[in-house]
């Protein structure tokens, strides 16, 4: 693999790590915040994915932005009404809520399963107009996708210090103690995956735009894939560490996902073994922690070993 090469796949990566690190961020929020793990994910995704798509088709790049990330918050409302107002657990609330978010985005998408935008302006291709004159055209996704991470991280960075944000923390940590000290925390919980949501469709709707298409599997695996970013970018950084900080971390883990599997792309590998190199990151990023909380022990065992074998 020559230099050129490599750039490219370094690029590549960057673009689809970044736009899919708003996901990361999205669970960062849910799962690592408040200790939801909303199983939504895809269908919220998905749908941002398709609202950004029909918005941007109808003549509207800009609007289709706040509109997905609207439709995200109303999807986000709906699995935190099931969890904290309907007593069904969390898992299969986000279960429920994926199912249902299948039809409702074949129905956005003009009920078919794919929305083609080649000759859709997007912001993408406004931000390459934008900087037609410049040596950054080439790089303008890349542009889009730095911009929207900085400013999603810069939010939570700053929502995560508030009156609202310290409930939020608190309400996973210990919801018992926040209920003591007369705080809703049915009402956090659902502000936290309002939020939350509202972000996982916004990627959705930048990656839509990106491909320039949008189709009913385009979420599929990304609760799964922002999961093992999360806690790549767990394992290689120290968790003590500021909000902003452990932010960019899953920013970094997303990144890391994305240029392993976008290797194997290029290494010419079968398109059906994409599957089961997703799943190997995965279990490397769920067993790394246990691993290494036990490495300690095993070098302490090893050297032991050593010892009887000397005596």
Same mark, same amino acid.
């Not at 050129?4 to 690190?21: K, W, Y």
């Not at 994910?41 to 990330?69: E, N």
């Not at 452990?246 to 970094?252: E, G, M, N």
């Given at each position: /693999?020559?230099?050129?090469? /490599?750039?490219?796949?370094?690029?590549?990566?960057?673009?689809?790590?970044?736009?899919?690190? +708003?996901?990361?961020?999205?669970?960062?929020?849910?799962?690592? $915040?408040?200790?939801?793990?909303?199983?939504?994910?895809?269908?919220?995704?998905?749908?941002? @994915?398709?609202?950004? @798509? $029909?918005?941007?088709?109808?003549?509207?790049?800009?609007?289709?932005?706040?509109?997905?990330?609207? *439709?995200?918050?109303?999807?986000?409302?709906?699995? *935190?009404?099931?969890?904290?107002?309907?007593?069904?657990?969390?898992?299969? @609330?986000?279960?429920?809520?994926?199912?249902?978010?299948?039809?409702?985005?074949?129905?956005?998408?003009?009920?078919?399963?794919?929305?083609?935008?080649?000759?859709?302006?997007?912001?993408?291709?406004?931000?390459?107009?934008?900087?037609?004159?410049?040596?950054?055209?080439? #790089?303008?996704?890349?542009?889009?996708?730095?911009?929207?991470?900085?400013?999603?991280?810069?939010?939570? @960075?700053?929502?995560?210090?508030?009156?609202?944000?310290?409930?939020?923390?608190?309400?996973?940590?210990?919801?018992? /103690?926040?209920?003591?000290?007369?705080?809703?925390?049915?009402?956090?919980?659902?502000?936290?995956?309002?939020?939350?949501?509202?972000?996982?469709?916004?990627?959705?709707?930048? +990656?839509?735009?990106? #491909?320039?298409?949008?189709?009913?599997?385009?979420?599929?695996? $990304?609760?799964?894939?922002?999961?093992?970013?999360?806690?790549?970018?767990?394992?290689?950084?120290?968790?003590?560490?500021?909000? *902003?900080?452990?932010?960019?971390?899953?920013?970094?883990?997303?990144?890391?996902f994305r240029l392993v599997y976008t290797a194997a792309l290029r290494f010419n590998m079968p398109a059906y073994m994409l599957k089961l190199v997703?799943?190997?990151?995965?279990?490397?990023?769920?067993?790394?922690?246990?691993?290494?909380?036990?490495?300690? /022990?095993?070098?302490?065992? $090893?050297?032991?070993?050593?010892?009887?074998?000397?005596?």
């Amino acid at each position: /693999m020559d230099l050129s090469s /490599m750039l490219s796949l370094v690029q590549t990566a960057a673009e689809l790590g970044l736009i899919s690190s +708003l996901t990361v961020l999205s669970l960062f929020l849910s799962y690592s $915040m408040l200790n939801v793990c909303d199983l939504s994910t895809d269908g919220c995704f998905t749908l941002g @994915a398709a609202v950004g @798509a $029909m918005v941007a088709i109808s003549g509207h790049p800009f609007l289709s932005i706040p509109a997905a990330m609207l *439709a995200g918050i109303l999807s986000g409302f709906i699995t *935190a009404f099931l969890q904290t107002k309907m007593g069904v657990d969390s898992l299969l @609330a986000g279960i429920i809520v994926n199912t249902g978010l299948y039809s409702i985005n074949i129905a956005v998408m003009d009920n078919t399963s794919l929305v083609n935008m080649t000759k859709t302006e997007t912001v993408f291709t406004r931000m390459k107009e934008l900087l037609a004159a410049t040596p950054l055209a080439a #790089q303008s996704k890349l542009i889009v996708a730095v911009a929207a991470v900085v400013l999603v991280v810069l939010f939570l @960075a700053f929502f995560l210090k508030t009156n609202l944000g310290l409930a939020i923390r608190a309400t996973g940590n210990n919801p018992d /103690m926040v209920r003591s000290s007369s705080i809703n925390t049915a009402k956090i919980t659902i502000i936290g995956l309002c939020i939350s949501n509202s972000i996982t469709a916004l990627s959705g709707c930048l +990656l839509a735009q990106s #491909q320039k298409s949008a189709n009913i599997d385009i979420g599929t695996g $990304m609760v799964t894939i922002a999961l093992a970013s999360l806690l790549i970018g767990g394992v290689l950084f120290s968790k003590r560490r500021s909000i *902003a900080f452990r932010a960019v971390c899953s920013v970094l883990g997303a990144f890391i996902f994305r240029l392993v599997y976008t290797a194997a792309l290029r290494f010419n590998m079968p398109a059906y073994m994409l599957k089961l190199v997703s799943s190997i990151i995965v279990v490397i990023a769920i067993s790394a922690p246990y691993l290494k909380s036990k490495l300690p /022990m095993i070098k302490r065992r $090893m050297e032991l070993r050593r010892k009887k074998e000397v005596v």
